[in-house]
């Protein structure tokens, strides 16, 4: 596995040439994959850029929702395969997105039906350049709470989606914090492989906080309060030889006020913290 940094995930707002910049200047091994810069300057730029700071590309964010009108998902759909095959001569073939954890408009089967078509001809369209899409299951209860509708909100849940999707390319976007906030354990990881796995995220929770209370939008850096014990998930993933990025994302307020620059050594710092040997 590779550190890698994603400058909107900690609120500084830069373009991608200067996002590579930074990585290569506070020690990052790899950097998010912007999808609109590669499309509109080519993949062979994004590939010069990158050699040149000895960097990787750390993954890139599905440029269309999964849930919504039926004509917006087909026009993303129109738009995917190109996006897929400009990523994978980049050499990056690791998508990721979110799935909601509840629904005002559909019980759970038929959410789960919903979403296993939709995944299912996303990832018909990756498999054409062997990109794989991982989805981050949300943990927290409080997403949940006032929904008519409870969806999938645990790691097991969503590889049994991903499983339903049955393209074999589509698995995890696992996330610390939303592996604790849904009642996982750490240890939890050891029963994956590195093929259930696509991108990581990593973070740490504030203190004082019942599980059952904690806010998506209200974290910390990994490392910072030891609410989550951030070293064993690291060396969970170690162990199972999980080989794509890890990505810090905070969603902290405190990291929102700092300078640009001071964010991103906060982030270093952070990272390296608790990187295992």
Same mark, same amino acid.
């Given at each position: &596995?590779?550190?890698? %940094?994603?400058?909107?995930?900690?609120?500084?707002?830069?373009?991608?040439?200067?996002?590579?910049?930074?990585?290569? $200047?506070?020690?990052?091994?790899?950097?998010?994959? /912007?999808?609109?810069?590669? &499309?509109?300057?080519?993949?062979?730029?994004?590939?010069? &850029?990158? #050699? *040149?700071?000895? =960097?990787?590309?750390?993954?890139?964010?599905?440029?269309?929702?999964?849930?919504?009108?039926?004509?917006?998902?087909?026009?993303?759909?129109?738009?995917?395969?190109?996006?897929?095959?400009?990523?994978?001569?980049?050499?990056?073939?690791?998508?990721?997105?979110?799935?909601?954890?509840?629904?005002? #408009?559909?019980?759970?089967?038929?959410?789960?039906?919903?979403?296993?078509?939709?995944?299912?001809?996303?990832?018909?369209?990756?498999?054409?350049?062997?990109?794989?899409?991982?989805?981050?299951? %949300?943990?927290?209860?409080?997403?949940?709470?006032?929904?008519?509708?409870?969806? !999938?909100?645990?790691? #097991?849940?969503?590889?049994?989606?991903?499983?339903?999707?049955?393209?074999?390319?589509?698995?995890?976007? =696992?996330?610390?914090?939303?592996?604790?906030?849904?009642?996982?354990?750490?240890?939890? !990881?050891?029963?994956?492989?590195?093929?259930?796995?696509?991108?990581?995220?990593?973070?740490?929770?504030?203190?004082? @906080?019942?599980?059952?209370?904690?806010?998506?939008?209200?974290?910390?850096?990994?490392?910072?309060?030891? !609410?989550?014990?951030?070293?064993?998930?690291?060396?969970?993933?170690?162990?199972?030889?999980?080989?794509?990025?890890? @990505?810090? #994302?905070?969603?902290? *307020?405190?990291? $929102?006020? &700092?300078?640009? =620059? *001071?964010?991103?050594?906060?982030?270093?710092?952070?990272?390296?913290?608790?990187?295992? /040997?």
């Amino acid at each position: &596995m590779f550190n890698g %940094l994603a400058c909107g995930r900690i609120g500084v707002r830069v373009g991608f040439e200067e996002s590579v910049e930074l990585a290569a $200047r506070f020690g990052f091994e790899g950097v998010a994959l /912007d999808t609109g810069y590669a &499309m509109e300057n080519g993949p062979e730029a994004v590939v010069r &850029m990158l #050699e *040149e700071k000895g =960097l990787q590309s750390a993954g890139w964010g599905l440029p269309m929702r999964l849930v919504g009108p039926e004509e917006d998902f087909k026009s993303g759909l129109g738009k995917l395969g190109d996006i897929a095959a400009v990523c994978a001569r980049v050499g990056d073939l690791r998508c990721s997105t979110w799935v909601p954890s509840a629904s005002d #408009e559909m019980p759970y089967d038929q959410m789960f039906a919903y979403m296993r078509d939709r995944l299912a001809a996303i990832g018909e369209i990756f498999k054409e350049n062997n990109v794989r899409l991982g989805l981050e299951f %949300l943990g927290p209860a409080t997403i949940r709470a006032g929904k008519k509708y409870e969806f !999938v909100h645990t790691m #097991e849940g969503m590889l049994e989606l991903c499983r339903a999707a049955g393209t074999g390319n589509v698995s995890l976007l =696992l996330d610390c914090w939303h592996l604790y906030t849904s009642g996982g354990q750490n240890d939890d !990881v050891l029963n994956l492989t590195d093929d259930d796995i696509v991108s990581v995220h990593i973070n740490d929770a504030p203190t004082g @906080i019942p599980l059952e209370e904690h806010r998506d939008n209200a974290r910390a850096l990994p490392g910072e309060t030891g !609410v989550i014990d951030v070293p064993r998930f690291m060396e969970c993933l170690k162990q199972i030889g999980y080989t794509g990025a890890v @990505i810090v #994302e905070p969603f902290s *307020e405190r990291v $929102r006020q &700092m300078e640009p =620059l *001071e964010a991103i050594r906060a982030t270093k710092e952070a990272m390296d913290s608790v990187w295992p /040997d």
